[in-house]
């Protein structure tokens, strides 16, 4: 994830209600959101602004549906995608056409559900994309040893329960980031985990007391928290 940038989303629907409810949904949670209501107008606005994502609705007007719009995506890129389909007989063409979309959703669907897939499918991806990088994150005099799930302050290790490790890892991965209770909760306890939103300040709070002014842990008014 860029620093300081919300993750960009192209969203290629041409049924105006349901791009503007995926818009404002996906905008809630801090993604930045490109829409298009045709297949060629799809394809500019991903060359033009490069998306960490394509939410792609498989029965468009003009000569680029979605499935011919997939598969030229997929032809020199593994940008992920997640299909929009609409009929049963839709998601047999997607399964079948094998077109390497990394998921799809049925319509009618919930826009909170959308949503939980988008970032499924980005945390899958970007932990593809970190696979490459060194398991240790630094962030000023604390180091996050993902390999080995601990936390070193001035290379002693610090308690902390697995929770607050994987709040601590979760934060360090998006260093920079205003990231919101709820992103925390989706992103650290699952979407599916169902509490109170408080429960992330109470973790953070412990993070906090563990490590103390070695870790530049920020409040965000308003919004949640974010880790410099
Ligand atoms: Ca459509």
Redesign the pocket.
């Known amino acids: 994830m860029t620093q300081g940038a919300e993750p960009v989303v192209v969203v290629v ?3 105006p209600n ?1 791009a503007s409810l995926v818009d404002m949904y996906l905008r809630q949670d801090g993604y930045r959101v490109y829409q298009a209501a045709d297949g060629e107008t799809g394809l500019e606005r991903i060359k033009q602004h490069r998306p960490k994502l394509v939410v792609l ?5 003009g000569g680029l549906d ?1 499935i011919a719009l997939c598969r030229e995506l997929r032809a020199d890129s593994d940008i992920p995608i997640i299909m ?1 389909t ?1 009929r049963d007989s839709e998601i047999d063409r997607v399964l079948g056409l094998e077109l390497g979309a990394d998921d799809y959703v049925t319509k009618p669907f919930s826009p909170r559900e959308l949503v939980a897939r988008v970032k499924a499918v980005l945390r899958r991806t970007d932990a593809a994309s970190w696979a490459g990088l060194p398991p240790t994150l630094s962030i000023g005099k604390v180091e996050v040893d993902t390999a080995r799930r601990e936390v070193r302050l001035n290379g002693e290790p610090v308690g902390l329960t697995t929770r607050e490790f994987d709040l601590l890892q979760y934060l360090a991965e998006n260093q920079g980031l205003a990231l919101s209770r709820r992103q925390l909760l989706d992103g650290v306890w699952g979407y599916d985990w169902v509490g109170d939103e408080r429960t992330v300040d109470v973790h953070v709070l412990q993070v906090r007391k563990k490590l103390g002014d070695a870790l530049n842990l920020a409040t965000v008014r308003g919004v949640g928290y974010r880790l410099d």
Do not use: C, S, V
């Open positions: 629907e041409d049924d349901i609705d498989i029965g468009l007007p979605g929009l609409a």
